[in-house]
């Protein structure tokens, strides 16, 4: 039972070290928003979305490798970590409590930090559209219908020579 808990180990120390990626990763990105460095802003949403799947991956193997401990230990295969860490011997409780906390607390500094960029990309999008709207007048925003159709501009736009001339 050594090596299938020591995978599980890896597995969660892993874990830890892709969410650490993903955190620093959406730092970087509030960094460039906050700086209206927009350049750098769609390279970093590619490294982001390519680090969402390595993390898909990773606690796709973590979960694999504690059901095959689940497994060992004659448990539901659908138990709960506290349920799987009471049932190993006591010298690894610790280390497994504190690694799946440690994961625990740090998908949620990386789910809070998603939401704020996602906050910060919005209204710097909104700011953009109302720029647009002041260069280009009748260029309102977009509407959609509740069928998710694109509605036509209520108004009809003028050219931006006509406006000039």
């Known amino acids: 039972m050594n090596e299938p808990l020591n995978n599980l180990i890896e597995a969660l120390r892993e874990e830890?070290?892709?969410y650490g990626e993903m955190l620093a990763l959406l730092d970087q990105e509030q960094e460039l928003v906050m700086h209206r460095q927009?350049?750098?802003i769609a390279p970093c949403?590619?490294?982001i979305n390519a680090?969402?799947?390595t993390l898909?991956?990773?606690r796709q193997e973590r979960e694999q490798r504690r059901r095959h401990l689940a497994g060992l230990l004659q448990i539901p295969l659908e138990s709960s970590f506290k349920d799987l860490i009471s049932r190993l011997p006591a010298p690894?409780?610790?280390l497994l409590q504190a690694l799946v906390q440690e994961n625990k607390e740090l998908l949620f500094r990386v789910q809070q930090r998603a939401r704020q960029n996602h906050l910060l990309l919005s209204r710097m999008v909104?700011?953009?559209q109302k720029l647009i709207g002041s260069l280009v007048p009748g260029a309102g925003p977009t509407t959609y219908s509740p069928g998710?159709?694109?509605l036509a501009p209520s108004t009809s736009a003028q050219p931006l020579y006509d406006a000039c001339g």
């Open 16 to 18: 830890l070290k892709q």
């Open 38 to 40: 927009t350049l750098g």
């Open 45 to 47: 949403v590619s490294a």
């Open 51 to 53: 680090q969402a799947d």
């Open 56 to 58: 898909q991956a990773v």
């Open 92 to 94: 690894y409780q610790p």
């Open 126 to 128: 909104e700011l953009m």
């Open 148 to 150: 998710g159709l694109m």
